[in-house]
């Protein structure tokens, strides 16, 4: 039998693999643990120069609202763009505040009332959660106990500086939405992007048994912080914009307090914890501001309105 002859490939016709740099924002996994390593980096470094180098308290509230918002702006205004290259690699600093939304706040009426409705829903949760722990004990619903719980005094001035510690929060939703939400949105799905953003969100908040927090406390945050994420992720992908889950989380913070003090003065902390999880901040306020959010997005914020700032199409 004839053979048949081998041929050698032409050189023109040989596949050359081009070796590529390493691009952080191309790896969603690496991404998150760079993000979690370079704030607590940020953390420690601001730490130490207002702590160490200027010798000043770490138990004062101004002392303390300085800190956190050196460490967060460091992380976003630094190591996350000029670093790190997140969330889309070398980028213009202008590109960069589009990609993350900080500058996507329109309509800004519209985003602001979607907030405040969304807020009111978590507030009536976590008065709910006093309710329901009161009468679990057995007692009665009084008229003295409704005020009790509704009265939001003991987080305003000047007998509080809850409005001035609880500001530094509003840039974790720049950090796991705007960049790390951003970031899983380049290579998975929304659903999965936003669960997996969550994910980081909720671990992030081990780092507070670094500072002596009960351990069953902790891992409470954990849980409804990963729950909780699921909200932000949501609102930040249907509206493309930082600005209502920013105000959700600030107002959020500031009250809380408030409208959950009477079972946090009552109950354990594994009761407080499961509370948290079920009625202050997880499960039933995420379902129905998830729920609210979407009949809000088809009513009054329709596709046309958010066009001139889409990055990623809305859930539908």
Known sequence: ??????????????IHYEKRNFRLYEHPWQTLLAVMVTSIFSIGL???????LFGLPDTSPTVQFAQAMSYHLLMI???APFVLRLPKGERTFRQYLDDIGLTRIQPFIRFVLLALSCYVILALSQTAASF????????PITWS???????????????STSLLVSFPSIFEEVVFRGIVLTVFLNKYSEFKSIIFSSLGFGLMHLLNLMNGADFVWVMGQVVWAFILGLFYGYVFVRTR????????????NVFIGSLTGYMQSRASIEMQALYGVVFSLG??????????????????????????????????
Not at 241 to 252: K, R, T
Not at 289 to 299: P, V
């Open 1 to 14: 039998m004839r053979r048949k002859k081998k041929t050698m490939a032409s050189p023109s016709n040989n």
């Open 77 to 79: 205004f630094v190591f």
């Open 241 to 252: 914009s930082l600005l209502p889950s920013m105000i959700v989380h600030y107002l959020g």
């Open 145 to 159: 106990f409704v005020r009790q719980v509704f009265d939001l005094s003991g987080d305003l001035p000047p007998g």
């Open 132 to 139: 329901i722990y009161r009468f679990s004990e057995g007692l």
């Open 283 to 316: 499960i039933v306020p995420t379902t129905l501001m998830i729920l609210w959010t979407r009949f809000f997005a088809s009513r009054w914020l329709p596709e046309k309105d958010l066009e001139n700032h889409a990055q990623y199409h809305p859930i539908p």
């Open 46 to 52: 601001s730490g130490t120069v207002i702590f160490g």
